[in-house]
């Protein structure tokens, strides 16, 4: 095959890339993007502070630009992501307690509304566990609403959207000797024995000297599919784009059946929100990186 969308298609998986609004104007990333990708997941115009910049007053503008982009151009969709600590707008910033699980809960269901039955995977919950030795949930406003507020997500989102495959997404969770891989595996193992809806696990995969990757990844990706849930790399990027390290991500992925695909953070290294680190498979003119090369030949 000629286009990683299209050798990914070869084993039933789907090869996928952030899109950002603010760079469709840029016929050179689209013309890559619409060549190479075959899913698609918008950067931050699907995040909580986009959708929701008042409270009950949804805007879909920029999302649903980079969602009508997709599916003109024949991709699927990854939604990320319905609740998360960072990128709150002010107003859920400032809130606590109940009145803040009721606005979770609102966002759920206002986001997976708008996109009802258009979605294949949502990124419901987004890091969080802490980094770290601790084992423990990251500190957070939606946190402190309490221990369960994870559960709520799930089971509101399945509600919302009952064709959506719900995800549970993180980083430094790739690592299977990783104190954080350790506690989000727990949590999965009792969602899936107490039947809290959880359909798949992201593994961002933002690979740096600080935290690079190991060969224990496929064993992780193994564990979590032996769970009974989907896996999937969620936003890769690896500083420096070796071009062995893509392959065996690659390689790992290939390697679970349970793994629906991968999906890179960006198109061109100037894309990237690790510009510095020149971590994606596209050179800032376009052309092919011998990352780029590696996945091909892997997939
Ligand atoms: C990043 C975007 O790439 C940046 O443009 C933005 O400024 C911050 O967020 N984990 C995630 C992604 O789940 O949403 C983050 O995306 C990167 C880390």
């Known amino acids: 095959e000629t286009t990683l969308g299209a050798a990914a298609a070869q084993s039933g998986r789907y090869f996928g890339t952030a899109i950002a609004s603010g760079r469709l104007g840029d016929s050179a990333y689209t013309s890559i993007a619409s060549r190479e990708f075959n899913s698609v997941t918008a950067e931050n115009e699907m995040k909580i502070d986009a959708t929701e910049p008042q409270r009950g007053q949804f805007n879909f503008t920029a999302a649903d630009r980079v969602y009508n982009w997709a599916v003109q151009n024949g991709k ?38 708008h996109y009802k039955g258009k979605i294949r995977q949502w990124d419901v919950v987004n890091e ?90 496929r064993t992780t990706l193994q564990s979590f599919a032996a769970l009974g849930v989907d896996v999937a790399i969620t936003e890769l990027d690896i500083q420096g784009a070796s071009p062995t390290t893509y392959a065996a991500v690659t390689n790992d992925c290939l390697a679970v059946p ?42």
């Not at 859920?92 to 009145?99: A, F, K, P, R």
């Not at 894309?271 to 996945?295: C, I």
Request: proline content about 4%; hydrophobic content about 35%; some cysteine.
């Open 128 to 217: 969080a566990f802490e980094d770290g030795s601790s084992g423990a949930r990251r500190d957070s406003n939606l946190q402190r609403t309490g221990n369960d507020w994870i559960e709520v997500a799930f089971r509101t989102a399945r509600a919302a959207d009952p064709a959506a495959k719900l995800c549970y997404n993180d980083y430094n969770v790739e690592d299977w000797n990783w104190a954080k891989t350790q506690a989000m595996y727990r949590m999965v193992r009792d969602f899936k024995q107490r039947g809290v809806p959880i359909d798949c696990v992201g593994f961002q995969s933002h690979f740096n000297n600080g935290s690079p990757y190991n060969s224990n990844f």
């Open 258 to 299: 349970r793994c629906l695909g991968i999906t890179v953070w960006g198109v061109r290294d100037s894309d990237s929100w690790r510009r510095e680190h020149t971590p994606l498979l596209f050179n800032d003119n376009g052309s092919k990186k011998p990352a780029y090369t590696a996945v091909l030949n892997a997939l």
């Open 76 to 113: 699927q969709v990854r939604g990320h992501t319905l609740a998360w600590h960072s990128q709150q707008p002010g107003w859920m910033q400032g809130l606590s307690g109940s009145n803040l699980r009721q606005a979770m809960i609102g966002h759920i269901n206002g986001v997976m509304a």
